[in-house]
C-alpha cells in the first residue's frame, strides 16, 4: 500500500482540508448576493399528464412574493432555445404542457424568503388531465406503450462526440449494435456456452449538498454561482435560453459538497436563471435532499450476458444486450447505454463480440451521469457470471480470470485504445492487499470473492490552464475544474510545485470562474488530473521557457543552461532572486510570468485522438459474513488495487477509492429507489438507506500502483471511479462462495438473500 507521512498544515496539498473542518470553506449553498430572493419549485405530483390549468393568482397575492415562473413565460424568454438536452433537445427550462414524472418542475416562485416562497408554491392550483405512464424500461418497450416524449429533436457534437440513435416512435432514445468477429460460429463451437440475465437498480447520488443555483440576470449579463460540475455548459444553455452572448454569462464554482456525476452536464440552473429573468433580481434555489432524489438518478439496468468457452476455459464468444432505464429525460442517458455494454466486455481479451443497449424513456426520475456511467451495472453482470462459469468449468475463479485477461497492450474491442494496465498483477495486488490485513480468523463462517472492472472514461480531450509566477515567487493556478471533493485543486499544486520548484505554501489555485479561467469541457470522466494537470504542466513549462529566456537576456548564456529554483534563477552565469531578475528586466521590481496550457485531440502529436485516453480500472477482493437467520450479509474485509500511473497525492487517492468501495456497498446491499403506481415511495433520507459507519468493512486496504505510464504528468491517470465496479460482484461471489447461494438481483437485501438461502436449503432436502 502507498504510504505518506503526515505533512506540515503548510505543506499539505489539500487547503479545502483546513477550510472544510474549520467551517471557512464557501460552498455553493453558502453564496449570498446583495439584493437576492429565494427561490422555490412546484413539482408534478402525477406520473404523466398534460396541464390544463395553473392559477397563479393566489400566490402572487402574497406579500413578499416578487415573481411566479411557469411554461407560459418561457415564450417570451428572449434567447434562441426554451429546451435543452445532451445528446435529444428533450427538456424544457420548466414544464409546457406536459409533465412526464413526479418531480417535473411545473412553477417556480422567488420571494423574499424561503418562507414565503414555500408558501406562495403551496398556493399554486394545478389542474391535470392524467395520460397513462410507464415505470420499468421493459414495459416502455412494449408495443403500443404510451410514448414520453412524442418528438426526437437529436443534437450532433453538441456535449459528447456524436450522436444519439433514437428509434421514431417509441420510446427508445438510443439503440446501438457493435459486432467483431463471428459470434454465432463461436457459439457453435463451443465446449459451453452460458446466459445470463443481471439486474441493477436505479440509485440515488446523494450528495451531502444538494443541487443549488444562485443566479442573477441583468439586461445584458448574467452571473451564476452553481454547483454544477460543468460551468462551460451551463454557461452555454444558460447563454442559448436568454439570448446572452456566452462573453456575457458569468459562472462561478465555489467548493461543491459532492456530485458523483448527479451534478455533471445541466440540471437546475437554466430554471434559476429564467426565474432570475422573470424576478428582475437575483435569486437562489436550493434544493432539499428530498428534491435531489427528484432530479437525477443512476439509470438501472437489466444486462443479458452470453459466452462461449472452449474446452480449456478460454472464452471464445461473448454478447451482451443490456437495457437501462432512462427517465424521463435522456440527459447523459445515450453515452451510459453505449459504456455499459462496452464495459460490459471486462478486461478480457474476446475474439467474437455482439454488443447491444437500449436506452429507453419511462415516466420516472431522469437517469443521469453517475460514477463511472454504465460500469457498475455492466461490471455486476460481468464478474458474476465469471463465477457461474468458472465453478461450471471446475476452475478456481481467480485462475479462471488470470486465463482469461487481456495482457497490456492487447486490444479489449478492436476500436479502442489497447489496455494499458496490467489487470493480472492489479488482481494479485487486491488479493495480497485483503490477505494482509488484520481480522483473518473469526468465529463464524465466512466467504470470499473477487471480481475486476474497467471502464472507458468518455473524455472530451478539451481544456486549458493559466499560471502565473509572481515577482515573490508565489503561483497562481487557475482552471475550470470544479472541487467536488476529490482534491483536483490540491492536484493543479502539486503539479506547478514540482515542475515549478516554488514550495507548496506559494501556490494557490484559484476558485473556477468562466470569465477569467480558460475552457474545459467538465468535471467527470475521472479526468481532471490527465486533461488540466496536463494543462498546468503546459503551461508551467511556457513559464521555465521565459524564465530562461529572460535569464539570458539579463545575464547571458544559454537559457536552456537557466534552472528556476525556491523564489530564484540558478545558471551558469550566477543565481538572481526573482524580484531582482524582474528589477533588471522590467526596471522595477514587480511583473509576473504567465504561462499558457492548452488540451486539445492534437495534443501528445494526436495521440488524444484515440479513445480512451487511458482505461481506468479497479481489482477488489473481500470477506463477507453472513446472519443466516436473517439474510444480513456484514462485508468483513476488503482489498483494493487500482494502477493510477502515477500518484499524485496518496492520501486523497487512497480516500477516494475506499469511499468508492463504501459507495459501491450501497447499491449492492440496500440501494434502491421503490416506485409504486408511478410514485417514489421511499423518497426521503429516513426511507432511503445509504452506508453509514457501522456497514464500513472492519479492515480495509488499498493498494495504488504506479507504472509511470498514464497520458497525464508524470503519467499519471484518472483515479476515484475504478474502486467501485468490482464491489457488487465481488459480494455477490463470495456469498456464492460460502453458502452456495448465486442471486441475480441487485441490491442484496436480507429479506432477499433469505428467501433464496431459505430455497437453497430446501433444495438441498429434496
Known sequence: MHSQAKLPLHQEPRADYLQKVTGDAIFASDVVVPGMLQGKILRSTVPHARIRRIDTSAALALPGVVA????????????????????????????????????????????????????????????????????????????????????????????????????????????????SGDVEQA??????????????????????????????????????????????????????????????????????????????????????????????????????????????????????????????????????????????????????????????????????????????????????????????QAVWATESQMDIMAHACGMDPVSFRLLNMADKGQTIKPDLRPLDVDMRNSLRKAIETLEALPGSQGPRRRGRGVAVG??????????????????????????????????????????????????????????????????????????????????????????????GEVAASVLGGDPASYRLEEGRVDGPEGSLALIELFRRFNGMTAGEFLGVGRVNPETKNGAFKVAPLFWETGAGACEIELDEDTGDIRVVRVGGAADLGYVMNPKAAEGQDEGAMVMGLGHTLFEEYVYEDGQVVNGTLFDYRVPTTQDVPL????????????????????????????????????????????????????????????AAKAKDKN
Open 68 to 179: 411566479v415562473l411557469t411554461g407560459a413565460d418561457l415564450a417570451r424568454l428572449p434567447g434562441t432555445a426554451n429546451r435543452w438536452g445532451l445528446y435529444l433537445r428533450d427538456r424544457d427550462v420548466i414544464a409546457v404542457e406536459k409533465v412526464r414524472y413526479v418531480g417535473d418542475p411545473v412553477a417556480a416562485v422567488a420571494a423574499i424568503d424561503e418562507a414565503t416562497a414555500e408558501e406562495a408554491v403551496e398556493a399554486i392550483v394545478v389542474e391535470y388531465e392524467s395520460l397513462p405512464f410507464v415505470t420499468t424500461a421493459r414495459e416502455a418497450m412494449a408495443e403500443g406503450a404510451p410514448r414520453v416524449h412524442d418528438v426526437m429533436d437529436k443534437l450532433k457534437d453538441f456535449y459528447f462526440r456524436g450522436e444519439a440513435s433514437p428509434v421514431e416512435g417509441t420510446n427508445i432514445f438510443q439503440h446501438w449494435r457493435y459486432s
Open 454 to 547: 474497467i471502464s472507458d472514461p468518455g473524455i472530451m480531450p478539451i481544456g486549458g490552464a493559466t499560471v502565473r509566477l509572481r515577482a515573490d515567487g508565489s503561483v497562481n493556478v487557475s482552471a475550470n475544474s470544479v472541487e467536488i471533493g476529490q482534491g483536483n485543486r490540491g492536484v493543479l499544486r502539486i503539479v506547478a510545485h514540482k515542475l515549478l520548484r516554488q514550495p507548496l505554501r506559494m501556490i494557490a489555485a484559484s476558485e473556477p470562474d468562466t470569465l477569467l479561467a480558460p475552457y474545459d469541457w467538465g468535471t467527470g470522466a475521472s479526468r481532471s488530473t490527465v486533461i488540466i494537470g496536463l494543462a498546468v504542466q503546459l503551461a508551467c513549462e511556457d513559464i521555465l521557457r521565459q524564465v
Open 187 to 376: 457459439y457453435a463451437v463451443a465446449a459451453r456456452v452460458f446466459e445470463d440475465t443481471f439486474t441493477f437498480p436505479m440509485v440515488f447520488h446523494f450528495a451531502m449538498e444538494p443541487h443549488v443555483c444562485v443566479a442573477d440576470w441583468k439586461p445584458h449579463s448574467l452571473e451564476i454561482w452553481s454547483g454544477g460540475q460543468t460551468p462551460t455548459a451551463i454557461a452555454r444553455v444558460c447563454s442559448e435560453t436568454l439570448g446572452i452572448p456566452l462573453a456575457c454569462v458569468r459562472v462561478h464554482s465555489p467548493y461543491i459538497g459532492g456530485g458523483f456525476g448527479g451534478k455533471a452536464s445541466v440540471k437546475i440552473d437554466p430554471l434559476v436563471a429564467a426565474l432570475s429573468w422573470k424576478a428582475r433580481a437575483p435569486v437562489r434555489v436550493c434544493l432539499s435532499s428530498a428534491e435531489s432524489m427528484l432530479t437525477c438518478r443512476r439509470l438501472d439496468a437489466e444486462i443479458t450476458v452470453k459466452t462461449a468457452v472452449d474446452a480449456a476455459g478460454r472464452i471464445t464468444a461473448k454478447s451482451v444486450k443490456a437495457v437501462l432505464n432512462g427517465g424521463a429525460y435522456a440527459d447523459t442517458g445515450p453515452a451510459i447505454a453505449i459504456k455499459a455494454a462496452i464495459r460490459a466486455i471486462g478486461p478480457y481479451h474476446i475474439p467474437n463480440l455482439r454488443l447491444e443497449s437500449y436506452g429507453v424513456y419511462t415516466n420516472t426520475v431522469p437517469g443521469a451521469a453517475f460514477r463511472s456511467i454504465g460500469g457498475p
Open 699 to 758: 479492515h480495509v486496504g488499498t493498494t495504488l500502483i504506479e507504472s509511470l505510464d498514464g497520458p497525464g504528468p508524470f503519467g499519471a491517470r484518472g483515479g476515484g471511479e475504478g474502486a467501485i465496479l468490482p464491489v457488487a460482484p465481488a459480494v455477490a461471489n463470495a456469498l456464492y462462495d460460502g453458502w452456495g447461494v448465486r442471486i441475480k438481483d441487485l441490491p442484496l437485501t436480507p429479506e432477499r438473500v433469505w428467501r433464496a438461502l431459505t
